[in-house]
């Protein structure tokens, strides 16, 4: 690929799923889509995005084959679509979902609870191999750079990244992966968590792997352990002269974040794969074969599918079923009312979208006329 007459790598399937991923814009948009909203009113009311931002997203989104514009029923203003690839985002969600709530304070207040449809119970969802259906920790996973691999072609590509808002979140939508966009949201905060991922531990390990400069490594690192997400082990702190190296080791938190590392690059690899091969190679060591994420239900091991996916907001008790209860939308505050005979749950799926109706697990408005709320339940293949 060539830019102003130089010639510059190619972006890999890492760079081209942070691009679009890590921007939490794009990502609360996404998230809004699986749970049914169209239009772009609908986004401006949960959101608080501008126009300009909004426009520009959802055309990155439909320029990345997530979103296809599709005509407006009985209206002026064109819909969007998810895509096949833009439904096969669901086990990314929901490993970002199941870290922020297990691991980021205050998140259990204001996150959904998730049920199982199939066992009737709240579950989380576990990283397992789809070979051998055996659970897949970072540690039972072998990982290493593939053919496109190379960290110069993992930079994420775009400029629609935004910056995070520290923890605050500011409007309905912005800050809610407030500690995801911190590890995924800027180039060398994801080149440190992929060398970390990928096994770097020392100062040195983190500046070849990432050629960033020590000054951007140690930054990072600082940032990561005060996060919680790295721990150090033995010598100082880094930047200290004279200090014995110290080693960076993935907390339990930070493996904890595998889940979500894992189901991002095999949607990216989907996606966007690259002539060369891939840009990660990975085996299960417990079977040996290559590994391919799947999702599993904590409670009775089923693989999840997303048709299978409840969610149930934190406020309401998830085994009530009245017919016309009330419910808070997922982490922005905003109450709607199911009044269609089904209860309050929302599925989230569905590859039947592609052909008409994603249930709208949120309240959705046109450009002019107050939100429309409905909820139906449809159906979707298993993922990922």
């Known amino acids: 690929m060539r830019v102003g007459g130089e010639r510059v790598a190619e972006p890999n399937a890492i760079g081209r799923t942070l691009g679009l991923l890590g921007d939490e814009w794009s990502l609360q948009i ?4 699986v749970a049914g909203v169209r239009r772009f009113g609908g986004w401006k009311q949960h959101l608080g995005i501008s126009d300009a931002v909004l426009a520009a997203r959802l055309g990155a989104l439909v320029d990345a084959g997530v979103l296809v514009r599709v005509p407006a029923v009985g209206g002026t203003h064109p819909e969007y679509e998810l895509t096949k690839a833009g439904l096969g985002l669901w086990p990314v969600l929901l490993s970002i979902w199941s870290w922020e709530l297990h691991h980021v304070p205050g998140q259990a207040d204001l996150l959904p609870r998730m049920l199982h449809a199939t066992c009737a119970a709240e579950f989380e969802p576990v990283l397992r191999c789809r070979g051998c259906a055996g659970a897949a920790p970072r540690e039972e996973v072998e990982l290493a750079l593939g053919p496109s691999g190379h960290f110069e072609r993992s930079v994420p590509v775009g400029s629609n990244r935004r910056r995070t808002t520290g923890g605050r979140r500011t409007t309905a939508g912005a800050g809610m992966f407030t500690e995801t966009m911190t590890l995924i949201g800027s180039r060398w905060s994801s080149a440190i968590l992929g060398a970390a991922v990928l096994g770097a531990t020392r100062f040195s ?12 490594v140690a930054e990072r690192l600082r940032a990561f352990v005060d996060l919680g997400v790295l721990e150090r082990a033995g010598g100082e702190a880094v930047g200290e002269s004279g200090a014995r190296p110290a080693s960076y080791l993935l907390s339990a938190k930070g493996r904890a974040f595998f889940p979500v590392v894992a189901t991002a690059l095999a949607w990216g690899e989907r996606q966007f794969p690259s002539p060369d091969g891939p840009a990660v190679l990975a085996v299960h060591r417990p079977c040996g074969k290559e590994f391919v994420p799947q999702l599993g239900c904590s409670v009775c091991a089923a693989a999840l599918a997303s048709r299978a996916v ?44 592609i052909h008409g109706g994603l249930a709208d697990g949120v309240s ?18 298993e993922g990922p």
Do not use: K, L, W
């Open 205 to 216: 390990d983190f500046e070849r792997m990432t050629g960033a400069s020590p000054t951007v």
């Open 30 to 33: 996404v998230r809004y889509a």
């Open 310 to 353: 409840v969610v149930s907001p934190p406020d309401v008790p998830p085994t009530s079923d009245d017919g016309a209860s009330s419910s808070q939308d997922p982490g922005n505050g905003h109450r709607e009312e199911h009044c269609d005979g089904e209860d309050h749950r929302v599925v989230i799926d569905a590859v039947d979208h």
């Open 364 to 381: 959705e408005a046109d450009d002019r006329s107050d939100p429309q709320q409905r909820a139906d339940h449809v159906e979707d293949e």
